[in-house]
């Protein structure tokens, strides 16, 4: 993230709308690169405690087979 704000900033303030329009780009590539690792550390973890508790509901539940029927 920082490398590419780093090449980002220089080009922003250019003159010519090609630079600034690549200086926005780099700008939307950084963030999106910090996104995954955040994704990971947060909300990653939710989805992971809201399964395991399903799953740990699932274990207590009796299962009961029955022959299925022909109409």
């Known amino acids: 993230m920082l490398v590419l704000n780093g090449i980002a900033r220089p ?12 200086s926005t780009g780099l700008s939307i590539a950084a963030w999106v690169t910090l996104w995954f690792p955040i ?3 947060v909300y990653d973890r939710w989805y992971a405690r809201r399964d395991q508790k ?3 509901a699932m274990l207590g ?4 087979l029955a022959p299925a029927t022909r109409a």
Do not use: C, D
């Not at 303030?13 to 329009?21: Q, R, T």
């Not at 539940?61 to 009961?64: C, F, G, S, T, Y």
């Open 61 to 64: 539940m009796e299962i009961a």
């Open 54 to 56: 399903i799953y740990e």
């Open 39 to 41: 994704n990971l550390l």
């Open 11 to 22: 080009l922003e303030s250019s003159s010519n709308e090609i630079l600034e329009l690549l």
